[in-house]
């Protein structure tokens, strides 16, 4: 009982805006239990043996018949990010230009740093990435091998890129021989708004390599993505796969395709569309109560809210001060090369709408405290 109540208070107490994952209601913990009871009674054998790096194949038919794409096209992997990994390994070699958003995931940057890549910047509008800038550039004698793009409810920023904009990169893809490499997570939690074809579907020239991920739908914690590109890309992928881990979980796998095959997926994604659509009302709005300096645009799905500070305000500042009122949220510079000192990212995914409402007056409160002292 008295636990309960201590951790209660604990979860009240620290509010996490920090963490790009959906909170624990919001997960389908009924249906999941029976997608894995069913998935081990319907194929035990393909279920608990290793399998190939291909993926399992009913999951492998799922997603190709959701993209209209050969089986021989997909791979899936233990997340997305391992998807991710995989490209990058077999694409990008050191000196390489790669073509990034500003702001972007901050893994990605990680990897690509990693890799020895030389990253090409460009800045993040409203509707998606600049592309007359990434055209500048290129008319410049920027010669990227791969451009990569979160075309929905982007991370950080939230934004989407707009269907002038996709056809406008698949345009100067073809033109200048880069692929672009479309990282997909979020496409299905629009709760607002009309739905963009993705690059892949609009893809005649294999110039798109696609990937997903099962994280937002159906839960993190079970590791499933995949990456859709044309067949030779794919195969030689797989190869890098089969030497990295001979086969991905084939549990995990086998639940997804189960989940996916009986529709429980479309339920679960419901739940979240639902939930996030409250939490993002919840964050503008205790933004425009608390912060009226805030500048953000509002998302139209998705897990993220980018606030810009007025010019000058300290970040890192706010950041070390919300963490002493008991709330995290990610700083602007960690997804930047350089810039981003007065700008943050605010996840609302995992929070419900009164802690979000609670964790904005106390950055607002670190706010005005620092505002004061530098006054
Ligand atoms: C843009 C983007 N790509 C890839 C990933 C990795 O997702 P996962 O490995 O959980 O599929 C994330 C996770 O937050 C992301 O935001």
Redesign the pocket.
Known sequence: MLAGIVSRVAEYTNISLAR??PSLDIIAVDDLSAAARSAFERDPAGTFAYGTSAGYPHLLEWIAAKHEVEPARVIAT???????AFLFQWLVEPGDLVVVEAP??D??LLSLRELGADILAIPLEADGIDVDALEVALGEGARPKLAHI?PNF??PAGCTLSLEKRQKLLALAREHGFTIFE????VELRFEGESLPTMLSMDSADTVVY??????TVC?GI???YLVGPGDLIGGIRKVATNTYISPNMVAQSIVAEFCHSGAIERSIETVKAALRERRDATAEALERHIPDARFVSPQGG?FLWVDLPEGSDVAALETASQERGVVFVKGTDFLIEGGESSLRIAYSGVPPDQIEEGIARVADAYRELAGAAA
């Open positions: 790009g994952a233990n997340g997305s990010m391992q998807a991710d972007t995931y893994r990605t979160i982007q991370n990282d997909d997570p979020y990937a997903s991920s099962f994280s937002k993190p590791r499933v993505g897990y």
